[in-house]
T-cell receptor, first 116, second 113 residues
């Protein structure tokens, strides 16, 4: 158990809908990351937050947004869903910024999203 | 440009034999290198990392990896494979600067009894 908790574990929704994925980082971790894993794209970095502020942005679509709350949990909002958004979405956390020596990034078990 | 490459999509090895999963990187400066494993229907589990210091890094479940700067490689190894090691293995790198963890495409390891 990595200590990173993601909900829901599985989600099936229709095209055009909106969903919210939730993540609780490891106790004490300030950084939260979101990744998307799909068969054709592999593991893609979406976005990182550090202590409530956006720190880095990757290949995140405009239809997707995220935030980190004062209690450090994070939510990833996916809207106007398309079939191609079906993927496993991972949340990860680390103690501080990624370059901080010794910090390891720990991943949750992911949220499986199926868009039908 | 690809920052980290895993040249093999699939590696098959007999139980009890040594295993190697290859990873090469193509970045300047001093990268931080990681290995993660993903078991079926599970999340990514951290195995080991190289930050600095000794080029041979030991990690979880008997795995180790050797950082080779001249060959820009960070191959994952285990002296004696177990059937339970069968999984998807990812090499990852943090590039100089404030960049995210960048993953290779993954290598599926099958250990055959």
């Amino acid at each position: 158990d990595s200590g990173v908790t993601q909900t829901p574990k599985h989600l099936i929704t229709a095209t055009g809908q909106r969903v919210t994925l939730r993540c609780s980082p490891r106790s004490g971790d300030l950084s939260v990351y979101w990744y998307q894993q799909s068969l054709d794209q592999g593991l893609q970095f979406l976005i990182q937050y550090y202590n409530g502020e956006e720190r880095a942005k990757g290949n995140i679509l405009e239809r997707f947004s995220a935030q980190q709350f004062p209690d450090l949990h994070s939510e990833l909002n996916l809207s106007s869903l398309e079939l191609g958004d079906s993927a496993l979405y991972f949340c990860a956390s680390s103690a501080a910024g990624q370059r901080a020596a010794g910090n390891t990034i720990y991943f949750g078990e992911g949220s499986w999203l199926t868009v039908v | 440009a690809q920052s980290v490459a895993q040249p093999e999509d699939q590696v098959n090895v007999a139980e009890g034999n040594p295993l190697t999963v290859k990873c090469t990187y193509s970045v300047s400066g001093n990268p931080y290198l990681f290995w993660y494993v993903q078991y079926p229907n599970r999340g990514l589990q951290f195995l080991l990392k190289y930050i600095t210091g000794d080029n041979l890094v030991k990690g979880s479940y008997g795995f180790e990896a050797e950082f080779n700067k001249s060959q820009t490689s960070f191959h994952l190894k285990k002296p004696s494979a177990l059937v339970s090691d069968s999984a998807l293995y990812f090499c990852a790198v943090i590039l100089p600067g404030n960049t995210p963890l960048v993953f290779g495409k993954g290598t599926r390891l099958s250990v055959i009894a």
